[in-house]
């Protein structure tokens, strides 16, 4: 895959082991046209796919992560353009993005803006991030997974309010209800972002990899079945290099070096 694919809609740039996209459509709040998408995605996956890259930071502006998916292009879809529109694709391949991903909100985060933070494994959120579903003003509901990820994690009641409402939740709010990781300082959101995913980014890949895999799958499984699968990726764990090497470290009392094998 090139990474010298000239985008549009928005920025890429790495930072200590971090690969950062930034949503770059700011007349729209970030509205989260096809072609932003796929830009979005292709963004992921090249990152996903580079060795220097052990985490990823997806955000916005300081005025909007993102105020959803673009209504101007959606007015006048019927079901079939819908179905055939190669945004439910972006969405699928989001979630087999197999390194960690941060969202970084400040400001708002709508509809489809909320669906894309929530999908990402972490969310930073700014003083400023509003997170909503309002989806409900323009006559239809969340089809991004808003309503699923929505009530796991905040619950049934409030996620009932979000998405029957157009309640928004302020990030103090999201921060109480399970949401988001952390509330930062507006002026130094991405900063701190960063900061947050360079730490996650410094670590043993092919751990990371497979702790993102299992804590996923509590939200898939019966428990039963998360536990049997949580051993085995366990197990698998002390065919890596990176196992003999993080506890040889630990016993040596020397920094650990990561192969990612
Ligand atoms: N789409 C298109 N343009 C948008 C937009 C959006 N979602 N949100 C804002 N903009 C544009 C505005 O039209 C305006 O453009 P101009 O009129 O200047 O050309 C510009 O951004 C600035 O917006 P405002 O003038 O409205 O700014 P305000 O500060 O007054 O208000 C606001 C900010 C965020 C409260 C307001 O813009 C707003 O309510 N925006 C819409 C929020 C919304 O309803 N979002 C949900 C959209 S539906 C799926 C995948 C995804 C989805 C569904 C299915 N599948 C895979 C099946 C997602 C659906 C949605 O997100």
């Known amino acids: ?3 010298d694919k000239v985008f549009e809609n928005i920025l890429v740039r790495k930072d200590d082991g971090v690969g950062i996209v930034q949503l770059n ?14 830009e979005v995605i292709f963004a992921l996956e ?8 052990g985490c990823i930071l997806l955000t916005g ?7 959803g998916a673009d209504i101007k292009q959606m007015a006048t879809a019927t ?20 390194k960690p991903v941060v969202a970084a909100v400040s400001g708002y985060a709508l509809g489809g803006g909320c669906e894309l933070a929530m999908a990402c494994d972490m969310i930073i959120a700014s003083e400023t991030a509003k997170f909503g579903q309002p989806e ?20 049934k009641a409030l996620a009932m309010e979000i998405v029957l409402n157009g309640r928004f ?45 299992a804590v996923n799958a509590a939200y898939e499984t019966s428990l039963q079945a998360g536990l049997a699968l949580e051993r085995r990726l366990f197990y698998m764990l002390f065919a890596t290099d990176d196992q003999r ?13 990561w192969k990612g094998q």
């Open 1 to 3: 895959m090139s990474n």
């Open 25 to 38: 459509r700011p007349k729209a709040l970030n509205a989260l046209n096809k072609e932003t998408m796929g």
């Open 46 to 53: 090249m990152f996903d796919a580079d060795d220097e890259v």
């Open 61 to 67: 502006n300081e005025r909007a992560f993102a105020a």
């Open 79 to 98: 079901p079939v353009d819908m179905l055939n529109n190669p945004f439910i694709d972006y969405w699928d391949r989001l979630r087999r993005i197999v």
């Open 136 to 155: 409900i003003n323009i006559g239809v509901i969340p089809g991004a997974g808003g309503t699923q990820r929505m009530a796991r994690a905040v619950g």
């Open 169 to 213: 939740l302020s990030a103090d709010e999201a921060l109480l209800h399970g949401l988001v990781n952390r509330v930062v300082p507006a002026e130094l959101y991405l900063e701190e972002a960063i900061k947050f995913a360079a730490e996650i980014a410094a670590r043993a890949p092919v751990a990371l990899r497979l702790g993102k895999e």
């Open 245 to 257: 090497e993080g506890m040889d470290a630990f016993i040596n009392k020397r920094p650990a070096e």
